[in-house]
């Protein structure tokens, strides 16, 4: 971060680097660093590459707050602190773009495929990379129980981290990746013959279903055709058709 000034002609400067989970290793440095400029170290969701830049350039974007001109000499708090997450605000654009990367990846990976021109094979390993490098900062890590016996457990960073976790665990004790057939959301499931993603979007698809043979009915009446023909034709037991038709009048 840029440096700050305590008393006269007294500076130091702070760094932030992650540890693990939502641990941040904070490193001060004091002395003749004045003149220092802030830096980020900052990569893409999606990609290992580093980048070092000023502040202003794409850090400063999440605190909406910070006036233009202090964008590069604010000496921002350090992470996952109460006073680090009022000035943080993280644009919709960004939490839109970061759940689209999850969400496609997972469709590439499941059970029915999105169709896509080019290498069919590509695809699902890029996905992979995408898991692969959300998942990244997950870390394992020693803990004491209740008790006092010590335990393991995974921390994340992040909300996105832990899903892509998530999902890999999923992948790796064989649960089967669907799409909803009601809403298209993808979703696992031990069952590989199911077919939604929640019991709403089930009894939604039920109603919709009931809906069109309702319709379909209707218009298999008009054509002249009796109860147990349009029964047959629909699926749907006579005394079912006849109350439909009945209350259509």
């Known amino acids: 971060m840029a440096p700050t000034e305590h008393g006269v002609e007294r500076w130091s400067q702070r760094s932030y680097f992650r540890a693990f989970g939502q641990v941040v290793q904070v490193q001060t440095v004091t002395g003749d660093v004045k003149d220092r400029s802030a830096t980020v170290l900052i990569h ?11 502040p202003s350039s794409t850090w400063s974007r999440f605190f909406p707050t910070v006036k233009f001109s202090k964008r590069d000499a604010l000496s921002y708090p350090q992470p996952y602190t109460a006073a680090f997450s009022r000035l943080y605000g993280e644009p919709l654009f960004d939490f839109c773009k970061a759940a689209q990367l999850l ?21 699902p390993e890029q996905a992979l990379h995408v898991i692969n490098a959300l998942r990244r900062p997950i870390a394992s890590v020693l803990d004491f129980e209740e008790q006092g016996s010590v335990k393991a457990r995974r921390v994340a960073p992040s909300l996105l981290a832990s899903f892509a976790e998530m999902f890999a665990q999923d992948l790796i004790y064989g649960r089967v990746i669907l799409q909803c057939t009601c809403c298209g959301t993808p979703f696992v499931s031990n069952a590989y013959q199911a077919q939604y993603c929640s019991v709403l979007c089930r009894l939604r698809k039920q109603k919709r279903r009931l809906r069109a043979q309702m319709k379909h009915a209707r218009k298999l009446r008009k054509e002249g055709q009796n109860l147990r023909q349009i029964a047959n034709t629909i699926g749907q037991p006579v005394v079912i058709v006849r109350g439909w038709l009945k209350n259509s009048k």
């Open 103 to 123: 969400v496609g990846a997972i469709s590439h990976l499941g059970r029915e495929q999105p169709q896509i021109e080019g290498d069919p094979k590509l695809a």
């Open 44 to 54: 893409a969701l999606d990609d290992f590459k580093l980048e070092e830049e000023t």
